[in-house]
């Protein structure tokens, strides 16, 4: 049973458009919600993170928005450049943090020209 | 900046044959994590550590995995024996308290033939 969801494997998008990923949870004890970037042969990076208690964080062209009673999160990424082509997992974790993450499958991003 | 390092970066073995990752966190963090990659999924969390004790490893196959950390620094994860099933890219991570933002190694690919 997945608890974190990425329905989208692909996601082509125009270099200098917004690229919009998004992300579903089930385990409503789920309370801490991280985007991660990970590169062919690389491991995973941290991109952004959101509390339970706030349905928005920005840090610069990245901002992720959450729907707790959807239960649902997406990552917004303006404008995108070609250095954003990467597979972005979506995460989460219970106790804040505490809990060890529960990764989704991943979404690679692609950003034409 | 300070770097989770991960070694070897790349594995081959044959099944049956018994075989050890390690993983040199980041200085002063605390808490360690083992997740494993399958091609085409997400991250899945192995065995997290607090210091030198385990504070989850329900999804460590205890009858062939095994991973330590003695002196709550440097860790190692072994597999014996290996199965084709394993192959796959073991990931280190480390955060400087449980529910802190997590950073990974770059991880082993493992190969078994």
């Known amino acids: 049973d997945q608890q974190v969801k990425q329905n989208s494997p692909s996601l082509s998008v125009q270099e200098g458009r917004i690229s919009i990923l998004n992300c579903d949870y089930t385990n409503s004890m789920f309370d801490y919600f991280l985007w991660y970037k990970k590169y062919p042969a690389e491991g995973p990076t941290f991109l952004i993170s959101i509390s339970s208690i706030k349905d928005k964080n920005e840090d610069g062209r990245f901002t992720v928005f959450l729907n707790k009673s959807a239960k649902h999160l997406s990552l917004h990424i303006v404008p995108s450049q070609p250095g954003d082509s990467a597979v972005y997992f979506c995460?989460?974790?219970?106790?804040?943090?505490?809990?060890?993450?529960?990764f989704g499958k991943g979404t690679h991003l692609i950003i034409q020209p | 900046e300070a770097e989770v390092a991960q070694s070897p970066r790349y594995k081959i073995t044959e099944k049956s044959q018994a075989v050890a990752f390690w993983c040199d966190p980041i200085?002063?963090?605390?808490?360690l994590y083992w997740y494993r990659q399958i091609l085409g999924q997400g991250p899945e969390l192995l065995v997290q550590?607090?210091?030198?004790?385990?504070?989850?490893d329900s999804q460590l196959p205890k009858d062939r995995f095994s991973a330590e950390r003695l002196k709550g620094v440097d860790s190692t994860l072994k597999i014996q024996p290996a199965e084709l099933g394993d192959s796959a890219m073991y990931l280190c991570?480390?955060?400087?308290?449980?529910?802190?933002?997590?950073?990974f190694g770059s991880g082993t690919q493992l190969s078994v033939l």
């Open positions: 200085s002063g963090h605390a808490t």
């Open positions: 550590f607090q210091d030198e004790s385990v504070v989850d």
């Open positions: 991570a480390s955060s400087l308290v449980a529910g802190g933002k997590l950073f």
């Open positions: 995460a989460a974790s219970g106790r804040r943090g505490a809990d060890g993450l529960t």
